[in-house]
Structure formats: structure tokens, C-alpha cells
């Protein structure tokens, strides 16, 4: 596209909003429109480019009809609650949304789902390439390893994470049953306490560690008498995520209406 994309950042003071400032900042044809957080934030009124030490003339502000105005995408790291607020306000709009908030319920999947056939919408629960690398291999490995091999997702997070298991655990979970024809929500076992008896073969655990700084890190283990297979995703920086967003903004605006994820955007179908 040859004109810039005009961009608007929601949760604008939180750790991915103001990584994705930074990435936008930073992509070329890509511009900061807008950046908004929730009324009542410390960041209202400030620049947006306080925390990346670059002046930018954008103020974080609460207004998002204003935002909307002349926005190509909103691109959304929050809360459900808040996402889905700005969802119904993207799709009145027409403007096209980057989804990267996790720990949604089914009637808010629903709803992005419902949405999706108005606007544009890249919804992802891990924007990195890796991760999405690793969704691939992990199809492959279930595959493989699909008779009596025992399998386990394990996951930690920094201790500010708000949502357990992550979203790309549950997604790792997901991309596993279907390569095994089961049903995630008959076959997973979130965490374990007390006499637990033996372990049922067809389940796929959950274990989940909230600890200091650690950006990210999932495990996928398939074990059995003699060996295990164990493969590893860790993120070391947010970036890998925002710039993965932008990415998948700047692909969306050649797109027709409709829902993709981050394996739609990076060609991996
Ligand atoms: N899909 C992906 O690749 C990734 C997803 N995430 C997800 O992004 C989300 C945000 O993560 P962080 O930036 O670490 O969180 P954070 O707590 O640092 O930031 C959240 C932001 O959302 C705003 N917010 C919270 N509740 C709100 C509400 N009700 N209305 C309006 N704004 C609200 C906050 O003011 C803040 O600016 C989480 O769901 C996390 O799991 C995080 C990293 C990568
Ligand atoms: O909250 C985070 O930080 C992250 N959340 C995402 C998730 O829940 O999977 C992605 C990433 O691991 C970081």
C-alpha cells in the first residue's frame, strides 16, 4: 500500500502498548494515529513516546471516537473486557483490529467471531514467529507420537500475568487434540493436587509458573517408557510480539473481510 497505515494503540501505558508504540515507531508506511488507555490511567495526557524516549506529538488520551477517526487498524493488548468494548466501537467504524489479549471465555470468542464478518480482524494469542513455528512442529510431533506417548504443556509467565494457563498454552493444547482428533475440553487437566491416581493416557496437562520477569516461556512434553521429546519456545523480549502485530496490521490491509490468526499472516496454513 503506498498510503501510510494510521494506526491506534489501545492499552497504550501497559507493557505491550508501549512495545507496540515502539514497533510502529519504528515500521516504515506505518503511523501512530492515535493512542488510548483506559480513563483514569496515569498516562493520560502524556506523549506517547514517554517510555521509548522519543517525542512523537501523539497524547495518550482517553477519546476513542476521536481515535476512530481516520484509523485504518486498532490494534488491542488489554483485558477481555475492554477489547470487547473496542470491538463493538471498531466495527460500527469499519475500522480493522489486531486482537492480542488473551484469556477470553467462549461468548467473547463469539463475539470477535460475529464481528469478523463486518471487519478485518487478526486474532492471535502469540504474535511471535516462533511461537508459530512451533505450532506447526507441534502438529507434526502429535502426529508422530500419537500412541503412548504422555503429554504435558508447561508454561511461565511474569508474576503480573493476570490469566492461567496463557493463551498460547490453551493454543498449543488446541493445535495438539486436533492432530489427535480429541476435544481440548474433554481431554485437558489443569494442574493437579492431592491423590491425583494415575495418570489417564488420553488427557494433555497443564502446569503453570508465575515468576519475576519471564517474558514467556511454553514447553510442549511427549513422554513415554524410554524417551521424551520436549519442545521449547522462549520469548526474551515483548518486541518479538509487537513487531509480529504490526506485521500482521500492515498484511490485514490487503485482506478482505473476514477472521485470520498469526499462521494466516506468516503463510504457515
Ligand atoms: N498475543 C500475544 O502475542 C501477546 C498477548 N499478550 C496479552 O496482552 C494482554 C496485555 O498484556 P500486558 O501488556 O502485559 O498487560 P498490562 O497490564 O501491562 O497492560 C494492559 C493495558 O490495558 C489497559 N486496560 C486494562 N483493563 C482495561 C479496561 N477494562 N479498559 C481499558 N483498558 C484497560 C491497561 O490500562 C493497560 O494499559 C494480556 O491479555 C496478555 O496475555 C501479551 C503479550 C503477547
Ligand atoms: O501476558 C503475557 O505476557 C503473554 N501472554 C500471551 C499468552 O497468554 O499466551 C503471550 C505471551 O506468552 C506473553
Redesign the pocket.
Known amino acids: 500500500m503506498s498510503k501510510a497505515l494510521n494506526v491506534v494503540i489501545?492499552?497504550?501505558?501497559?507493557?505491550?502498548?508501549r512495545t507496540l508504540i515502539e514497533s510502529v515507531l519504528s515500521t516504515p508506511n506505518t503511523k501512530l494515529h492515535a493512542a488510548i488507555?483506559?480513563s483514569g490511567?496515569d498516562?493520560i495526557g502524556q506523549d506517547a513516546g514517554l517510555f521509548v524516549g522519543k517525542k512523537t506529538g501523539v497524547i495518550v488520551s482517553d477519546d476513542l471516537a476521536t481515535a476512530l477517526d481516520g484509523a485504518d487498524v486498532l490494534i488491542d493488548?488489554?483485558?477481555?473486557?475492554?477489547t470487547l468494548?473496542y470491538l463493538a466501537a471498531c466495527t460500527s467504524r469499519g475500522v480493522s483490529m489486531i486482537i492480542?489479549?488473551?484469556?477470553f471465555d467462549d461468548a467473547g470468542k463469539t463475539a470477535i467471531k460475529a464481528a469478523s464478518e463486518k471487519i478485518r480482524i487478526v486474532f492471535?494469542?502469540?504474535?511471535?514467529v516462533g511461537?508459530n513455528l512451533t505450532f506447526k512442529l507441534l502438529d507434526i510431533a502429535s502426529r508422530v507420537l500419537a500412541e503412548d506417548y504422555d503429554i504435558e504443556i508447561i508454561e511461565a509467565h511474569?508474576r503480573?500475568?493476570?490469566?492461567a494457563p496463557?493463551?498460547?498454552a490453551l493454543r498449543m493444547g488446541e493445535v495438539i487434540a486436533n492432530a489427535l482428533g480429541r476435544d481440548l475440553k474433554q481431554c485437558a487437566v489443569y494442574g493437579r493436587e492431592g491423590v491425583t491416581g494415575e495418570r489417564d493416557p488420553g488427557t494433555i496437562g497443564f502446569a503453570t509458573v508465575r515468576a519475576g520477569d519471564v517474558v514467556?516461556d511454553h514447553t510442549a512434553l511427549f513422554a513415554t517408557n524410554g524417551e521424551r521429546v520436549e519442545i521449547t519456545h522462549k520469548a526474551s523480549s515483548?518486541a518479538t510480539?509487537a513487531n509480529?502485530?504490526v506485521r500482521a496490521a500492515r498484511w490485514l490491509a490487503d485482506q478482505p473481510v473476514g477472521l485470520y490468526d498469526m499462521q494466516d499472516v506468516l503463510g504457515l496454513r
Open positions: 489501545v492499552g497504550a501505558g501497559g507493557r505491550m502498548g488507555d483506559r490511567s498516562f493488548f488489554t483485558r477481555p473486557e475492554a468494548d492480542g489479549t488473551t484469556g492471535a494469542a502469540n504474535y511471535s511461537v511474569h503480573h500475568k493476570v490469566d496463557s493463551g498460547t514467556g515483548r510480539f509480529g502485530a
